[in-house]
């Protein structure tokens, strides 16, 4: 008999991370939106990256809780216990630490620290499938785990995400959630085509036009359901490729990465080089996107420049949260977050996708070279 696609996906997933139950989701943001739902949190605080996707942030609003911003350290790209221990005074309920860019977080001792202080933890494996820790897979550490299969991401089916636990009371009410949520359709694409165009525009300009920010609470009224959804049957229909296929698209991904640190030197940075030391990348680490971090003062330029050249996916992901978290959450003062403000001033992300082969990376190098030499 041959599986159904989705009961594949599980069983690929549940090998990958040796974690049962795995449950399928509209998006790794239903995962997030359910568990904090699921665990029966209102009007709690939830601790979030303070350069994660904004979509973390609307799940912890969706659900009823309060997003609160946990900087970043400067040269990982995420959260610590160091960080987190300054924000104990707020009684959170819950924290959902990242492998930002599949660069793997201190994950063990983030649950260490959350258990002891009675604190659940969503690990947000959305960028980082197959990524390991302390050779422990991403996904398989928090109380409950999500990976992301929408689109852009590692294994990308343009929608789709999963929920990982080890708890079965929490799977079943999970389940019972999930299975209320609207099925995806051509409404919620494009609601969500419309507000993909929309926030690309805000988020660009909203640091130099502050009263932008305004916008958002009603956006987020307008948009805010695209968070939560479940898939129809075939949708699941290429994953279980996709997954199969993991070992050579992480492969191609490093691959080409190098190319990228040879290409642009980034093993050589001198004191007045144009790019900042990249993030460090442990033992385990996978690369969703290539983040080259920039001078800010240049970054913005040397965008315009590729995008003139055609390189329209070099993005600016991940903004720093800090600006639509205050209008959204306006109950609680944000902290200020240096540190994630400086990679979101930085960060070029390059492609490394299976659409992207070694004469892209030479050519988009030498764009970055050809702008370099103006400036
Ligand atoms: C870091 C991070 N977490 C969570 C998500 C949520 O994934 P999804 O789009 O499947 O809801 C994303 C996706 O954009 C992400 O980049």
Known sequence: MIKHPA???????????Q??????????????????RAWDFH???????????????????KSGNIPLLVDVDRHTGNITTDQLNAHLTSN??????CHMYGLPAPIDSICQWAHSHNIKVIEDAALALGATVDER???????????????????????????LTDDPLLAQEANRLLAEAPLWDDHLMALTNQWNGLYWSLHQYE????????LYPQLFNLYGDLTVYQLPADDWADLPALLRDLPQNLAHRTHLASLYDSQLGIANLTEDSPFLPPLAQPAGSILWRYPLLVQPELRDDLLAHLWENGIHDATRWYPPLRPMTTTLAPQV????????NL???SIINLPLDDNTDENDVRRIAKFIHNFLSTV
């Open 137 to 163: 897979p991403a996904g398989s550490w928090g109380d409950a785990s999500i990976f992301s299969f929408g689109l852009g991401k590692i294994a990308d089916n343009q929608v789709g995400g999963a929920l």
């Open 207 to 214: 640091s130099q036009n502050p009263r932008l920010l305004d």
């Open 343 to 345: 990679l979101g001033a």
């Open 7 to 17: 009961r594949r996906s599980i069983a690929y997933l549940t090998h990958l991370t």
């Open 19 to 36: 974690r049962q139950p795995v449950l399928l989701t509209g998006r790794a943001a239903a995962g997030i939106w359910c568990v904090l």
């Open 333 to 340: 003062t944000q902290p200020d977050t240096p540190n994630a």
């Open 43 to 61: 009007d709690r605080v939830i601790l979030i990256p303070a350069n994660t996707c904004y979509i973390v942030l609307w799940a912890v609003l």
């Open 92 to 97: 959170p309920a819950a924290v959902i630490p």
